[in-house]
């Protein structure tokens, strides 16, 4: 009896897939951004599952590459994903300090 593929690795390596592909679209559109942290952190869980399984004896062995892939992807989007979040918070506060400037001048004191 032939096994089936693993739907948890074809997902995973879906997901991951998106997860990237959103994260390099998020440079222009910055309103995307959580789209690839979330898509990530599911590819990531998916594809440790998917690994799980076929180490387990539970899934066809030839679906542990897609598994991986899909891990990986999940696991890089992930971590880029935050760091372009961290930036993009600097970014904007960075926009609030500069709008706030002209209020230091008038914040001066006399001793």
């Excluded at 690994?51 to 890089?76: C, E, K």
């Excluded at 372009?84 to 926009?95: D, Q, R, S, T, Y």
């Excluded at 209020?103 to 006399?110: E, G, I, N, P, V």
């Amino acid at each position: 009896m032939q096994q089936s593929t693993n739907t948890m690795a074809i997902a995973s390596l879906v997901l991951g897939i998106v997860a990237i592909v959103t994260l390099l679209s998020a440079g222009v559109f910055w309103g995307c951004l959580p789209i690839p942290l979330i898509c990530g952190i599911l590819a990531w869980i998916l594809g440790k599952n998917a690994i799980s399984q076929v180490d387990a004896g539970l899934g066809n062995p030839s679906d542990r590459g897609m598994a991986t892939a899909g891990y990986v992807m999940g696991l890089i989007a992930v971590v880029l994903s935050v760091i372009a979040l961290c930036c993009w918070g600097g970014v904007m506060l960075g926009i609030i300090g500069i709008g706030i400037f002209p209020l230091w001048d008038s914040m001066r004191f006399s001793f």
